[in-house]
């Protein structure tokens, strides 16, 4: 061949796979169809570029989903390897959706987080059955009946005590709290309370928030269809092991004194239902023994953390704007007075006091960003279609600081839920246990907790600043909840 015609022939096959290149990558940066809009993808690696460059510089991941959908829309996509991930910042578009059985599998996705949580968090179906046993199990147990909230008010008194022994002293309350929430969950699980100064039980509790605070807030290696190994990953993977050895050894002595006719706690229970509807050769069941551990070790981890972390806050803006301290106590003393502790019965004459625990919740939004949900089956969503095995994001943050529902949203403004009648009004876009078929199913004990634990404590105290403490932040960390950065309080008893 001259090498004229060979020069000519290899630039007719450069042209040619260049168009070929080039409409393989149009092909694959062509959005699919009508799926909900998003930003622009690469090819293979889809929208991971942009979102670590956005992690990189420091932004959290709610906050860049947030602003993505200012952009994009209430409900919009992007993709990250393959993954197409579905973000909703609307409630009516994320109440539909989490309602719809083809969107509620679990969002978990890399082995690190499936050897953690167990295989029963995957199915809708055993995820149904779960909720429906937990709901049964937590009714058997008494919980939400007035015995329960006694319960609740003999740790609440065991805490009032703790801090009375302070001596008006500054202190940081995170480890009262801690300890506190976590012998109502303890009760409620074990059939049993530890005392504040049990260093085991400090040990477990300090376990647990350290693999809270590394797991993240929904983090971004969650997105990823694969496991991304990290310099956490193996410290992670030694917590669960520590805490998966704990519920080992509550669960063999459970099954050394287990008495069928009278269950006192919900491993009795679990292993009651266990013996009564069999499933050994079903991994996927939640009646397995390896699926209880797992349900053992999601309500151990997140049952407590929530309320403490909460009451945290309200030490917190509580010091922050005494003003708003100064109303709660007023109506907290007129209405039960001073011989008394406030009571559940209570609530309906305490709008103020609930207004402002509702805006504590809506402004720290103590879960950003709602556990991930999967799509199960194809389905659409506000005219867009979801495909199966998409990963669903609901924005509890886009929804709570809404300006249309809540005017000035950064203001921290418990008038809010006041009504011109002096009457409390909830929104219903403030959702801090989600919504949906896969909402927090302890949100009745969370409440009841919150209620009982805040009242007492602005009964009991004035909570005041320390002089040579550090100005009040409302800056904090991104574990599996948002989390104040530490600090302390001075717990004034009132007289």
């Known amino acids: 061949m001259a090498p004229s015609s060979l020069i000519d022939w290899l630039t007719v096959k450069s042209i040619v796979l260049l168009v070929l290149v080039f409409l393989m990558v149009a092909r694959w940066m062509q959005r699919p169809r009508n799926l909900p809009p998003g930003p622009w993808r690469f090819p293979i690696v889809g929208f991971f570029p942009q979102l670590m460059w956005y ?14 959908g200012h952009k994009y829309g209430q409900i919009y996509s992007f993709d ?11 409630f009516s578009i994320m109440q539909q959706g989490l309602n719809d059985p083809a969107l509620n599998n679990k969002g978990y996705n890399n082995a690190l987080e499936s050897e953690i949580f167990g295989s029963y968090v995957h199915s809708y179906k055993h995820n149904a059955e779960l909720r429906k046993f937990l709901l049964t199990a937590f009714r058997g147990l008494g919980i939400g009946k007035r015995s329960f909230e006694a319960d609740i008010i003999e740790e609440s008194k065991a805490l009032l005590d703790d801090l009375n022994a302070q001596e008006g002293k500054a202190c940081n309350p995170h480890h009262y ?17 530890h005392d504040c100064d049990d260093d085991r039980f400090r040990h477990l509790l300090d376990l647990n928030h350290r693999l809270i605070e590394l797991l993240g807030a929904g983090g971004w290696s969650v997105l990823l269809p694969f496991y ?10 030694k917590l669960h092991k520590d805490i998966t050895v704990f ?83 007023e109506e907290i003393d007129s209405v039960v007075g001073r011989n008394r502790f406030p009571q559940l019965s209570d609530q309906n004459n305490l709008p103020y006091t609930r207004a402002t625990l509702l805006e504590i919740q809506r402004h720290v939004t103590l879960l950003p960003l709602n556990d991930f949900h ?27 600081r809404d300006p249309i529902a809540f005017p000035e949203p950064d203001q921290f403004k418990p008038e809010r839920f006041i009504n011109e009648n ?21 949100d009745n004990i969370a409440k009841m907790e919150l209620f009982v634990f805040f009242t007492h404590l602005l009964h009991r105290f004035s909570l005041v600043k320390p002089d040579d403490a550090p100005p009040i932040t409302f800056e ?13 309080t001075v717990f004034l008893p009132k007289n």
């Open 228 to 237: 991304f190994p990290s310099k956490d990953s193996k410290e992670l993977l």
């Open 476 to 488: 904090g960390t991104y574990g599996t909840t948002f989390a104040p950065k530490p600090f302390t």
């Open 374 to 400: 999967a799509a199960g089956n194809e389905t659409s969503l506000s005219e867009y279609r979801i495909p199966k095995g998409a990963l669903i994001i609901s924005n509890l943050y886009a929804v709570m």
């Open 177 to 193: 709290l801690g300890n506190t929430t976590a012998n109502v969950l303890f009760n409620i699980l074990f059939g049993k309370r």
């Open 55 to 68: 992690l990189y510089k420091g932004e959290e991941l709610h906050m860049i989903v947030t602003r993505l």
């Open 247 to 329: 519920l080992d050894r509550r669960i063999d002595e459970h099954r050394e004194h287990f008495d069928a006719e009278n269950p006192v706690d919900f491993i009795d229970l679990c292993l009651k239902e266990m013996d009564e509807k069999p499933t050994p050769n079903d991994p996927y069941s939640y009646l397995h023994e390896y699926n209880m551990k797992g349900v053992l070790y999601l309500l151990f981890m997140v049952g407590s953390d929530p309320v403490s972390t909460t009451l945290e806050w309200c030490c917190l803006y509580m010091m922050a704007h005494p003003e708003v301290q100064q109303k709660v106590h």
């Open 422 to 442: 002096g009457e409390y009004v909830e929104k219903r876009e403030v959702i801090p246990f989600a919504v949906g078929r896969r909402m927090c199913p302890g």
């Open 80 to 90: 990250l390897f393959g993954l197409v991930v579905v973000v909703i910042n609307d």
